[in-house]
């Protein structure tokens, strides 16, 4: 992998990690549309880890005080019911679906899921059920009043981000909406939840890497990871800013185009 290949992708990554319109897809779409070989389910994984870290810097003031609340709850029973405390038990609650999903369906996310009909077509029914949750989602309910019952239901809907096309970030925060939140209060719900899933990928993935016969550029890896970060963290601070005063449709009319073509385009032979 050449450093310009590295670095298309790590923007890539970074643009599209935390807009609902799939990074991993992306990361098999775009190789596909210039002509380059897949770069692999693990080498995605792994540049996901610059994103992460966009997150954790971005959300560093949020992290220190959960975590701190969180284990102090567990010594005094009167600070259980602050959000901070909840918020903490809420990342563990919503992290265990996709790693229970990530061990089960190992082979088929590094195989089959790779697919571009099934990224295509994932793309637009994604895309189709964000627009249901626009339509039918209240948007009333801030983050303080996030319960037990959204963080199950968003991990769950977290796990679905490990087929490529879904968009960790597109299902989470589509959960958010049908459960009744706000639209920034989903995002930024989404993005605390995401911390130790794709962290635990992300490191998991390097291993493979380490241990694996492929013919890895880890220079172009660093590259890769590095361009994630820096694009990443302006993806952040734009979604929660726009999503204050706008809809998802410019996600949900993108999501169906692009899976449109992509079907279009694998159908015709012009890229596999």
Do not use: C
């Amino acid at each position: 992998m050449s450093w310009f290949e590295a670095i298309i992708l790590g923007i890539a990554q970074g643009l599209t990690e935390f807009l609902p319109v799939s990074s991993t897809g992306h990361l098999r779409i775009v190789p596909a549309f210039l002509g380059w070989e897949d770069p692999g389910a693990y080498f995605t994984a792994v540049i996901q880890l610059g994103t992460m870290l966009a997150v954790v810097i971005y959300f560093w003031r949020d992290l220190v005080r959960i975590t701190g609340t969180w284990l102090a709850s567990l010594r005094r029973p009167e600070l259980r019911g602050e959000l901070d405390a909840r918020m903490g038990w809420y990342v563990i609650i919503a992290t265990i679906p996709i790693g229970v999903a990530g061990l089960a369906f190992r082979d088929q996310i590094e195989t089959g899921a790779r697919n571009l009909y099934l990224i295509g077509a994932t793309l637009i029914v994604l895309g189709l059920i964000l627009l249901a949750a626009e339509k039918v989602g209240t948007r009333t309910r801030p983050l303080t009043d996030v319960g037990r019952r959204d963080a199950i239901w968003v991990g769950i809907a977290q796990a679905l981000a490990l087929v490529p096309g879904t968009s960790r970030s597109g299902a989470t925060i589509t959960a958010g909406l049908f459960l009744g939140m706000e639209r920034a209060a989903a995002a930024r719900f989404s993005f605390l939840l995401s911390i130790p899933a794709v962290v635990l990928s992300g490191l998991f993935g390097l291993t493979e890497l380490v241990n694996s016969d492929d013919d890895v550029s880890f220079v172009a890896l660093s590259i890769s990871t590095a361009a994630a970060f820096v694009v990443g963290y302006a993806s952040i601070a734009f979604l929660l800013r726009y999503l204050v005063s706008h809809s998802t449709m410019i996600f949900v009319v993108y999501r169906v185009a692009l899976g449109a073509l992509v079907l279009a385009l694998t159908a015709s032979g012009t890229i596999s």
